[in-house]
């Protein structure tokens, strides 16, 4: 199993401009979620799904937006880029509510 | 007050040395506990759950406190390779989410 994959890795993006982060996992998880972390802030949750089909927002959805068509794929798509958004986000995905969640390695992102 | 809140560190301390974080809560519902550990520039993985009776992995003890709402991490004897972020993480409920700690650094020092 690949787990938890992210891509891309990295990604440089100028104000304006509209990107999708890829997030998918091969291990039947129906729960996933879409955290960014920044220096002093921890890891703060920006959207999550219970399943395909159903998603929710977190604590920080402005500027996101993420859908959920498949239990394999949770993409969180940047309308338009700010630098606001400047930070390295993790996917990850658990099996249920109270199991273990495993993280992608995450995508370092940065906007000029 | 935060919900989850954990004192940020560094915690600087000689391998061999044993070491204890707590982390406090806010949210008296919670029912669920864990602490995970990140490495520099990498993801977060789970470390351990922690349950109510508290409980023991190798080195690593973990207990909670429902009555103060805290949690607590014990390492003993430590290892250079325990250097790391670790995170304390609460979930309320059901579907909830988990929630967070900013994190506290150890760093084990030769």
């Known amino acids: 199993n690949a787990g938890v994959t992210q891509t891309p890795k990295f990604q440089v993006l100028k104000t304006g401009q509209s990107m999708t982060l890829q997030c998918a996992q091969d291990?039947?998880?129906?729960?996933m979620s879409w955290y960014r972390q920044d220096p002093g802030m921890g890891l703060r949750l920006i959207h999550y799904?219970?399943?395909?089909?159903?998603?929710d927002q977190g604590e920080v959805p402005n500027g996101y937006n993420v859908s959920r068509s498949t239990t394999e794929d949770f993409p969180l798509r940047l309308l338009s880029a700010a630098p606001s958004q400047t930070s390295v986000y993790f996917c990850?995905?658990?099996?249920?509510?109270?199991?273990?969640?495993?993280f992608g390695p995450g995508t370092r992102l940065t906007v000029l | 007050r935060k919900e989850v809140e954990q004192d940020p560190g560094p915690f600087n301390v000689p391998e061999g040395a044993t070491v204890a974080f707590n982390c406090t809560y806010s949210?008296?519902?919670?029912?669920?506990f864990f602490w995970y550990r990140q490495d520099c520039r990498k993801e977060p993985k789970l470390l351990m759950s922690?349950?109510?009776s508290g409980n023991e992995d190798g080195r690593f003890t973990a207990q909670l406190n429902r009555a103060s709402q805290y949690i607590s991490l014990l390492i003993r004897d430590s290892k250079l390779s325990d250097s790391a972020t670790y995170l304390c993480?609460?979930?309320?409920?059901?579907?909830?989410?988990?929630?967070f700690g900013k994190g506290t650094r150890l760093s084990v020092i030769a």
């Open positions: 799904s219970v399943g395909a089909g159903i998603t």
């Open positions: 949210n008296s519902a919670s029912q669920s």
């Open positions: 993480v609460v979930r309320a409920s059901g579907n909830t989410p988990l929630v």
């Open positions: 990850a995905s658990s099996s249920g509510p109270y199991n273990e969640q495993f």
């Open positions: 291990m039947n998880h129906e729960y």
């Open positions: 922690v349950y109510s």
